[in-house]
């Protein structure tokens, strides 16, 4: 009885490594797209988180000075690339004998100020501020201008009392000393090709704070008595509030995108002491 032995076949056939090799192909091309999607969807996912930060960046620096401008004289001027106010950044009373009695301040944003002048209030009919511009810079005062009867105010803890140039005002008067700032949108130094938020104090340099933009940010206006925004600047004694249209845009694009990703947010801020 003869046993017929069967040997097991070895390796692979032509056929299936052919086979094999397609597969392995289609999977690793598939692999590959799925990778390079996930990819550029994240580098989206970065492109608009910089310029969602960029544009909330913005608001959130603007809207921390202007809401302080007053509405009477407080923008000394405007387009819708650039406004200029007169910010506020030491409170008091005025005494007497051009004396001011200043409340606690902020030594930081004092130190980094520039001086440009001071607004007392009108506290006996209009209850608007009657500003005083350049003079010299306020120096220490003397405290029996307003200790002494029949003013008798006296500073608070951390406070203290001011010499200014200039008019006098009604006593027990609110006042302030302020400075101008310019907020512009320039070309940017950071970003070539695009637009770029600047600062600028007083008459100085104007220093880029943010970037970048798109053409489309702008100001835009609230008249007096109106509740919507416009584009036209009204005369500066009317404007009673700011919208910011903050268009910013990622500082690169993502492979396979023709335009930056953009983030638009709009505010408005409303000036204050407004009497009308």
């Known amino acids: 009885m003869f046993r017929s032995l069967r040997r097991a076949r070895r390796g692979f056939s032509l056929v299936e490594l052919l086979i094999t090799l397609i597969l392995v192909s289609i999977i690793g091309a598939a692999a590959g797209r799925l990778l390079m999607s996930q990819t550029r969807f994240y580098s989206r996912l970065a492109g608009q988180k ?19 401008v007053e509405a009477g004289g407080g923008v000394v001027a405007a387009s819708n690339d ?4 007169r910010l506020p950044y ?27 002048g001071y607004a007392i209030k009108d506290t006996s009919t ?5 500003y005083t511009s350049g003079g010299t810079a306020p120096s220490a005062g003397t405290a029996t201008n307003c200790t002494s009867s029949p ?13 200014v140039s200039g008019s006098a005002g009604t006593a027990a008067s609110p006042m302030f000393l ?35 933009f798109d053409t489309s940010a702008k100001f835009r206006f609230y008249n007096l008595y109106a509740d919507t ?32 990703e953009s983030v638009s947010i709009k505010t408005a801020i409303f000036l204050r002491n407004r009497v009308n």
């Open 178 to 212: 302020y400075q101008t700032v310019t907020y512009l949108f320039g070309s940017s130094a950071l970003v070539s090709g695009k637009r770029g938020l600047y600062r600028r104090v007083g008459n100085g340099t104007a220093e880029e704070i943010l970037a970048p």
């Open 151 to 163: 003013t008798s105010i006296t500073a608070p803890a951390n406070g203290g009392y001011l010499s």
């Open 229 to 260: 925004a416009q584009t036209t600047v009204p005369t500066l004694a009317n404007i009673r509030g700011i919208e910011l249209k903050l268009d910013a845009q990622s500082a690169s694009r993502t492979s396979g995108q023709t335009q930056p």
């Open 126 to 130: 209009t209850g608007t501020y009657t």
């Open 82 to 85: 650039s406004i200029r106010v």
């Open 50 to 68: 910089d310029a969602r930060s960029v544009s909330r960046n913005a608001r959130n620096i603007m809207q921390t000075e202007l809401s302080m």
């Open 90 to 116: 030491i409170w008091g009373v005025y005494c007497s004998a051009s004396t001011m009695m200043y409340l606690p301040y902020d030594s930081a944003m004092v130190a980094m100020a520039t001086y440009a």
